[in-house]
């Protein structure tokens, strides 16, 4: 079974960035796409981004894109989300998570095929 354990959340001010980790143990992620989700307080979770198995297909949230990036590095078995101009609406609880499935839509919009979750990391926007 796939372990997800997400980092680099915390307190930054409006216009400031974080990246976030998401490392994955007991197996390899090379199989897997992956997403970012969050969830704010009082809110359904939500797609921020996903990225294919191969990096080659990425999906950003609207209110997202031209801000973040997700990339990945299979050799280190991480995933990253770049969050540059961060908002206070960006504040919630940020999950990553891995699903053997190739449409990175259907896994961001939908939350389809996700096989794993990691446990969260807060992320909070404020002056």
């Known amino acids: 079974q796939l372990q997800l354990v997400e980092s680099g959340g915390g307190l930054v001010q409006p216009g400031g960035s974080l990246r976030l980790s998401c490392a994955a143990s007991?197996?390899?992620?090379?199989?897997?796409?992956i997403g970012w989700f969050r969830q704010a307080p009082g809110k359904g979770r939500e797609g921020v981004s996903c990225i294919s198995k191969n990096g080659g297909s990425t999906w950003y949230g609207d209110s997202v894109k031209g801000r973040f990036t997700i990339s990945r590095d299979n050799a280190k078995n991480t995933v990253y989300l770049q969050m540059n101009n961060l908002k206070p609406e960006d504040t919630a609880v940020y999950y990553c998570?891995?699903?053997?499935?190739?449409?990175?839509?259907?896994?961001?919009?939908?939350?389809?095929?996700?096989?794993?979750w990691g446990q969260g990391t807060q992320v909070t926007v404020s002056s």
């Open positions: 007991r197996s390899t992620l090379d199989n897997y796409a």
């Open positions: 998570a891995a699903g053997p499935i190739m449409s990175v839509q259907l896994m961001c919009l939908w939350q389809r095929g996700i096989s794993s």
